[in-house]
């Protein structure tokens, strides 16, 4: 079983930036791919970005070249870098980890992007 915990969330400004963490209850290192999805209010979660154990990385069309996902296998965490916030940005972010036949996800961390 995994446990994840997001955190970094939080309101900012248009323009803006916030580093979200998730920290595993287990080792990272095993497992293949982790990611980053968000939900905003009235939509469906959609996928964010992805990072493989070997630091293959995927994003989303929306936030290509704002966003940076990255893994620290020693620290068990895996960060999500978010530059130049829009409102559009605005969900509830989670992270994701596919072990095994479980999909395990974190509670969410919220993020909010207004003036």
């Known amino acids: 079983q995994v446990q994840l915990v997001e955190s970094g969330g939080g309101l900012v400004q248009p323009g803006g930036s916030l580093r979200l963490s998730c920290a595993s209850s287990r080792s990272i290192s095993s497992i293949y791919v982790m990611g980053w999805y968000r939900q905003a209010p009235g939509k469906q979660r959609e996928w964010v970005a992805t990072?493989?154990?070997?630091?293959?990385?995927k994003y989303a069309d929306s936030v290509k070249g704002r966003f940076t996902i990255s893994r620290d296998n020693a620290e068990n965490t895996v960060y999500l870098q978010m530059n130049s916030l829009k409102p559009e940005d605005t969900a509830m972010y989670y992270c994701?980890?596919?072990?095994?036949?479980?999909?395990?996800w974190g509670q969410g961390t919220q993020v909010t992007v207004s003036s």
């Open positions: 994701n980890a596919p072990v095994g036949s479980e999909d395990y």
């Open positions: 990072i493989t154990d070997g630091g293959y990385i």
